[in-house]
C-alpha cells in the first residue's frame, strides 16, 4: 500500500518536518510539499533535507485565502505524484498544520481495510435555498490578491470589495450548477483535506485540464478548495465509492470530516496537550490544526505514543 501525502505549505517549517518525518519512516509512505510562492521555500529545504520520501513541486503559486490559486497548488501536488515513476495506491491532501494521531501501521491498515473507497465527502449545495451555502456560489468572489483577510479600511480592499459586490450583479441568478460541454454539474462542498485512489486523482487531473468552464466558474467561488474536489468526484462514478454519498444538506464544515479531525467554533481550533485524551479517543487519523511552539506537548505525546 504506497501513499502519497501531499502538503499544502506556506508557514511552520519545523512543524513540517515533524510530520514528514513521522510518516516517511515507512518505506512506502511519501510526502510531496507545496510551498506558498509568497514564502522563501529555504527554510523549509533546510528542515525537511535529510528526510527520505520528500518531494518539492516543481513549481509554486501564490495562495491566498479563499482564492483560486489553492485549486493550482493542489493540482501541482497531485501531478507531482501521479507523474513520478511510483506508483501510490491513495493520495491524501493535507495543509500544512496537519498531524497524524495514529501510528503509521494503523494508517496503512486503515487504507488496506477501505481499498477502493473514496474519502471525500460531500454536500449538496446546488439549488439551496439556505444562503449560508448559496452565497457561496451566487456571489462573485475575488480573492486572489493579498487583501483577503485586510479591512475594508484599507482602499485597495475597499475597492476589491465594491468590484466584487458590483460584479455579484452577474451571478447572483446563478442555482448552483455549472453547463460544462458533457453535462451538468451540481456543486457539492466540503473540507478541504481529503483521500482518493490513484483512479481518481487521474480523473481529477484530467477533468481539470478539459473543463474550463467549470475552471472559470470555480475561480470566482466562495473557497474554491472546499468545492472544486467534491464538485468532480460526487458527479462522477467514483461517488458510489465514496465512504458516504448522496448526503442530505447539513450546515458547518466539522460535519463533512473525511479523515481529520477539527474543531471549528468561530476558527480552527489550535490543539494542545489538553487535547491528548480526545485525540485517542476519535476515529480520525488526522488532527487539525498544531503548531510546532503551542501544540509542543501534544506533538511530544503523540508521537511517544505512535512512534
Given at each position: 500500500m504506497k501513499i502519497a501525502f501531499l502538503n499544502l505549505c506556506h508557514t511552520d517549517p519545523e512543524l513540517v518536518a515533524r510530520c514528514a518525518k513521522r510518516l516517511c519512516t515507512d518505506p512506502d509512505f511519501d510526502m510531496y510539499v507545496h510551498v506558498d510562492a509568497k514564502q522563501n521555500i529555504e527554510p523549509f529545504r533546510e528542515a525537511l533535507k535529510d528526510i527520505r520520501?520528500?518531494?518539492?513541486?516543481?513549481?509554486?503559486?501564490?495562495?491566498?485565502?479563499?482564492?483560486?490559486?489553492?485549486?493550482?497548488?493542489?493540482?501541482?501536488?497531485?501531478?507531482?505524484?501521479?507523474?513520478?515513476?511510483?506508483?501510490?495506491?491513495?493520495?491524501?491532501?493535507?495543509?500544512?498544520?496537519?498531524?497524524?494521531?495514529?501510528?503509521?501501521?494503523?494508517?496503512?491498515?486503515?487504507?488496506?481495510?477501505?481499498?477502493?473507497?473514496?474519502?471525500?465527502?460531500?454536500?449538496?449545495?446546488?439549488?439551496?435555498k439556505d444562503w449560508?451555502?448559496?452565497?457561496?456560489?451566487?456571489?462573485?468572489?475575488?480573492?486572489?490578491?493579498?487583501?483577503?483577510?485586510?479591512?475594508?479600511?484599507?482602499?485597495?480592499?475597499?475597492?476589491?470589495?465594491?468590484?466584487?459586490?458590483?460584479?455579484?450583479?452577474?451571478?447572483?441568478?446563478?442555482?448552483?450548477?455549472?453547463?460544462?460541454?458533457?453535462?451538468?454539474?451540481?456543486i457539492y462542498y466540503g473540507c478541504a483535506q481529503w483521500a482518493v485512489t490513484d483512479e481518481c486523482a487521474r480523473y481529477l487531473d484530467d477533468f481539470e485540464k478539459t473543463h474550463p468552464k467549470f475552471n472559470r466558474k470555480m475561480k470566482i467561488m466562495q473557497f474554491p478548495d472546499e468545492e472544486y474536489f467534491h464538485t468532480v468526484v460526487h458527479n462522477s462514478k467514483f461517488r458510489e465509492h465514496c465512504i458516504k454519498y448522496n448526503e442530505p444538506q447539513k450546515r458547518w464544515l466539522v460535519n463533512w470530516r473525511n479523515l481529520t479531525y477539527f474543531e471549528f467554533p468561530k476558527e480552527v481550533t489550535v490543539l494542545t496537550k489538553a487535547d491528548y485524551q480526545k485525540l485517542k479517543e476519535v476515529p480520525d487519523l488526522f488532527c487539525r490544526k498544531v503548531r510546532s511552539d503551542i501544540s509542543k506537548d501534544l506533538l511530544d505525546e503523540l508521537d511517544k505514543e505512535n512512534l
Open positions: 520520501g520528500v518531494y518539492f513541486t516543481p513549481d509554486r503559486y501564490k495562495v491566498y485565502w479563499g482564492g483560486y490559486n489553492a485549486i493550482h497548488a493542489c493540482f501541482e501536488l497531485i501531478r507531482a505524484a501521479i507523474n513520478s515513476d511510483i506508483h501510490y495506491d491513495y493520495y491524501v491532501m493535507m495543509q500544512n498544520l496537519d498531524y497524524p494521531i495514529k501510528t503509521n501501521r494503523d494508517i496503512k491498515r486503515f487504507f488496506e481495510a477501505n481499498k477502493g473507497k473514496e474519502f471525500i465527502r460531500g454536500c449538496p449545495v446546488a439549488r439551496t449560508e451555502f448559496s452565497r457561496k456560489y451566487k456571489l462573485f468572489y475575488m480573492k486572489d490578491n493579498p487583501y483577503g483577510k485586510v479591512s475594508n479600511k484599507n482602499p485597495v480592499k475597499l475597492l476589491n470589495t465594491i468590484a466584487s459586490i458590483f460584479m455579484s450583479i452577474t451571478t447572483i441568478g446563478f442555482n448552483g450548477i455549472i453547463h460544462e460541454n458533457d453535462g451538468d454539474y451540481d
